[in-house]
């Protein structure tokens, strides 16, 4: 992510991307944000872009994440809790 900017990511890719981690499927990921599987696709895709790097790979049973996707989990968990805690505090 050496030429990317923040402004590429939003909050729905950032949680997307915890969803399709946690789900190890597309479909899964969508119901679980109440959004549609393209909806899930397209925040997949823009965060392939942003982070040069496939994140998730089909497999038979759903997807399975890259070892850059384990990489950035938990600073991803750790952005979207603090980011939680605003609405909390």
Known sequence: MAGADIRSLDLAMLRAFE???AERSV????????????AVSASLKRLREVFDDPLFTRTAH??????????LAPHVHAALTE???LFTA
Do not use: W
């Open 19 to 21: 969803a399709l981690l």
């Open 27 to 38: 479909s899964k990921a969508g119901a679980r944000l109440f959004l549609s599987q393209p």
């Open 62 to 71: 759903g997807v399975e994440p890259t070892p850059r996707a384990l990489a």
């Open 83 to 85: 980011i939680n805690r």
